[in-house]
T-cell receptor
Framework: DAGVTQSPTHLIKTRGQQVTLRCSPKSGHDTVSWYQQALGQGPQFIFQYYEEEERQRGNFPDRFSGHQFPNYSSELNVNALLLGDSALYLC????????????FGSGTQLSVL | SQQGEEDPQALSIQEGENATMNCSYKTSINNLQWYRQNSGRGLVHLILIRSNEREKHSGRLRVTLDTSKKSSSLLITASRAADTASYFCATVSSGNTGKLIFGQGTTLQVKP
């Protein structure tokens, strides 16, 4: 049983570019959340997707957008990249929306130069 | 913004010793969870304690929760070198289930 998978593992972009990160949830899970973790900090909630809709959103600008597909996989898109967007982006899945334990992928390390 | 603060920020102990990490938070919670992260990669869920529980055990882990003080502690007994990692508490607010708010973490080093 595969866990949460994320791709790519590492990514280098330049300021102003756009990036798409991908996530496949653990088998049997239908809810996907995205977190941003800056170096030395705890993860910060970006948004959560359930039934192909954004259900909750953290304090992130509209440059951050997402999508969930019918097979429950998800994408995180970031437009007009800033240097401050450099971080580890973590995807987490859960079988329910209600705040029980999350299963995390290994993350995508994004560097913006 | 971060919900909680963790103390200490860093902890270094010898194998076999116990490690205690503390977490404080600000709002009413539905539950509090602890996660471990190795080398800046994915987080692994360790234990969940609900707001109506005061103590919970899982193997060598013991978690306490004091809702009156808005604080929790994680005790790892008989530590091993493999316990070296960063540990994060995360809360689920009473009025906003579905998202976890993480603290800044405690980095634990267990020396063999």
């Amino acid at each position: 049983d595969a866990g949460v998978t994320q791709s790519p593992t590492h990514l280098i972009k330049t300021r102003g570019q756009q990036v798409t990160l991908r996530c496949s949830p653990k088998s049997g899970h239908d809810t996907v959340s995205w977190y941003q973790q800056a170096l030395g900090q705890g993860p910060q909630f970006i948004f959560q997707y359930y039934e192909e809709e954004e259900r909750q959103r953290g304090n992130f600008p509209d440059r951050f957008s997402g999508h969930q597909f019918p097979n429950y996989s998800s994408e995180l898109n970031v437009n007009a990249l800033l240097l401050g967007d450099s971080a580890l982006y973590l995807c987490a899945s859960s079988p329910v929306r209600g705040g029980e334990k999350l299963f995390f992928g290994s993350g995508t390390q994004l560097s913006v130069l | 913004s971060q919900q909680g603060e963790e103390d200490p920020q860093a902890l270094s102990i010898q194998e076999g010793e116990n490690a205690t990490m503390n977490c404080s938070y600000k709002t009413s919670i539905n539950n509090l969870q602890w996660y471990r992260q190795n080398s800046g990669r994915g987080l692994v869920h360790l234990i969940l304690i609900r707001s109506n529980e005061r103590e919970k055990h899982s193997g060598r882990l013991r978690v306490t929760l004091d809702t009156s003080k808005k604080s929790s502690s994680l005790l790892i007994t008989a530590s091993r070198a493999a316990d070296t990692a960063s540990y994060f508490c995360a809360t689920v607010s009473s009025g906003n289930t579905g998202k976890l708010i993480f603290g800044q973490g405690t980095t634990l080093q267990v020396k063999p």
